[in-house]
RNA sequence: CGGGGUGUGGCGCAGUUGGCUAGCGCAUCUGGUUUGGGACCAGAGGGUCCUGUGUUCGAGUCACAGUACCCCGACCA
């Protein structure tokens, strides 16, 4: 069959790389970096989508769409953010094609140089704070609460599928504010909407808090992270909120009158996830198995696989699936019924595991008669007989109980994966072995840089939420005071 | 861009000190038997051995160059 998935214990990155394949989510591109997404894995992002969009309207935020052609021009107006950027960027430098006039093929027109480049977009501030600039006059103006569904490109030097690809899919928010406070707020309240959705649709425990500012986006004031916690106890950062100041107002000239009658510039926040998502999901759920989707995001969450040795057999049993279906679809689920008389039960069995599906329901001759069915959950890969009455809600329940069982296994791992560390020996020693290390920071980027360079490691965030860490101390490398401990791992 | 590795039917691989008609497993197709955890038997189809140059009577095998991909770094969502 060739589908096993390989272990995890071998080789993490072989392990997560067959199953993102082999669970049908993805295939590589043959463009260098890039991915293509498959319909099922496709599917599952397409649910991510639906239901952060959902969380963002909740907030007030619209949807808008910008051009994915930046002029190289704008890159050069903010001097950091265009430091964070301008290695890694697609460049268009021609308009037209023509036949190669020595051969076969066809060439650049060397003719159709563009008289300014353009960049495509590794990110929108500038084209966006461009466009604000036309739509900002007064305070009545504000807020401005943009988000965007698009594709970007970076062209980073090495790519993974997922959680570093060529080109990516992801959405980005653009807020413009009246003041300092407002625009804080939002930063703040949309982490908040990530940490939401990752804990409660995806299963994923995430730690919230500041990045420190050698992990700040270019250009920001201050930048929000969630960040969470992969099998290999390695750190992904799931998704980030930042709070640019008047940073890219003053760049693009964004000013507006105040209530006093004053010209003021603009407030900022940006705000995104990615189909790194996916990635997450993959890597923290996952088993030797393949893939293990949180119910609220399968996008098949039931799969009924029929048992039969007769054509006869096969339509009875097909029969009181498709009730059992209609029934469950009532309630909300998606269910899919594997009439597929071609395959055996026990490769059905193997392929849907494979694809994460969290419930599967078998029917075979025996259950017919005896009005019963076969139950079996992804996630804890046990099996149990209960009747065909009243089944669906049964289920219902189920579905329930395995997206929490899921997160509170994630919670669990996380939990025994993370610990106080306060001595330099032992944090070398331990922190290469795939835990999270609380630790008492002096605050310096030197001290951070230094235990970077020392170790791998970084500062995954300075925790708000998760863990109590205002307590005195002193910095694990420097020795100096420190008030509080932050997140030291290394990371994706 | 540095260090390492790999390019052989759709996929995964073997191929000895260069040797005669390039193999194996999976997948595919046909027929039959099967069907409660990735079926079995019989038969069939499918190859510019990454590209180029060289060495040689003879290259999948050796040399050089190029190229693609993978892994480890630096960079990053």
């Known amino acids: 069959m060739a589908k096993e998935v390989t272990k995890?214990?071998?080789?993490?990155?072989?392990?997560y790389n067959d199953l993102a394949l082999k669970a049908d989510l993805a295939e590589q591109s043959a463009v260098r970096g890039c991915m293509v997404i498959k319909p099922y894995g496709y599917a599952i992002w397409e649910k991510m989508q639906g239901l952060l969009d959902g969380m963002f309207k909740q907030t007030g935020v619209q949807n808008a769409y910008f051009p994915l052609f930046i002029p190289k021009?704008?890159?050069?107006?903010?001097a950091e953010h265009v430091a964070g950027f301008a290695k890694e960027c697609a460049v268009?430098?021609?308009?037209?094609?023509?036949?190669?006039?020595?051969?076969k093929g066809v060439v650049v027109d060397p003719s159709a140089k563009l008289e300014e480049e353009l960049i495509v977009r590794p990110t929108s501030e500038t084209i966006i704070w461009n466009t604000y600039k036309n739509w900002i006059t007064s305070w009545r103006d504000l807020p401005i609460l943009c988000n965007q569904w698009c594709n970007v490109v970076r062209w980073e030097m090495r790519t993974r599928l997922f959680l570093r690809t060529a080109e990516f899919l992801w959405q980005e928010g653009h807020t413009a504010h009246a003041t300092s406070q407002?625009?804080?707020?939002k930063a703040f309240e949309m982490v908040q909407v990530y940490a939401k959705f990752a804990r409660e649709v995806m299963a994923l425990p995430v730690i919230v808090g500041h990045k420190s500012p050698n992990e700040r986006f270019a250009g920001a004031l201050d930048t929000l992270t969630i960040e969470a916690m992969m099998q290999d106890g390695k750190a992904l950062q799931a998704g980030t909120s930042h709070f640019l100041g008047q940073n890219f107002a003053k760049s693009f000239d964004?000013?507006?009158?105040?209530?006093?009658?004053?010209?003021?510039?603009v407030w900022a926040t940006s705000w995104g996830v990615s189909t790194r998502l996916m990635g997450a999901l993959i890597m923290a759920h996952g088993d030797d198995n393949g893939l293990v989707l949180p119910p609220k995001l399968a996008p098949i969450q039931v799969v009924m696989v029929p048992i039969f040795k007769t054509e006869e057999e096969h339509n009875a049993i097909l029969d009181r699936m498709y009730e059992i279906k209609k029934k469950l679809e009532a309630m909300g689920h998606s269910v899919k019924v594997d009439d597929r008389d071609t395959l055996r039960p026990g490769f059905k069995f193997a392929e849907w595991e494979l694809k994460g599906v969290p419930v599967r329901i078998a029917m075979g001759a025996r259950d017919l008669a005896a009005g019963t069915v076969e139950v079996a959950r992804r996630d804890t890969l046990t099996k149990e007989t209960y009747a065909v009455e009243g089944i669906e809600s049964h289920i219902h329940q189920l579905l329930d109980d395995i997206q929490e069982n899921i997160y509170n296994k994630a919670v669990a791992f996380r939990e025994s994966h993370i610990e106080k560390c306060d001595s330099w020996d032992e944090f070398k020693e331990k922190i290469g072995t795939g835990k999270?290390?609380?630790c008492h920071w002096d605050g310096?980027?030197?001290?951070?840089q230094a235990i970077k360079d020392a170790t791998k490691a970084t500062i995954r965030c300075i925790p708000i939420d998760t863990c109590v860490c205002e307590e005195e101390g002193v910095d694990i490398f420097s020795g100096k005071p420190s008030h509080r401990r932050v997140v030291f791992a290394i990371s994706y």
């Open 8 to 15: 995890r214990e071998e080789n993490y990155s072989q392990w």
């Open 73 to 78: 021009s704008f890159f050069s107006r903010e």
């Open 92 to 103: 268009v430098t021609h308009h037209r094609l023509m036949n190669d006039p020595d051969g």
């Open 182 to 185: 407002e625009a804080e707020a």
């Open 254 to 265: 964004v000013q507006f009158t105040n209530k006093e009658g004053k010209q003021e510039y």
């Open 436 to 438: 999270f290390l609380l």
């Open 444 to 448: 310096t980027a030197e001290t951070e």
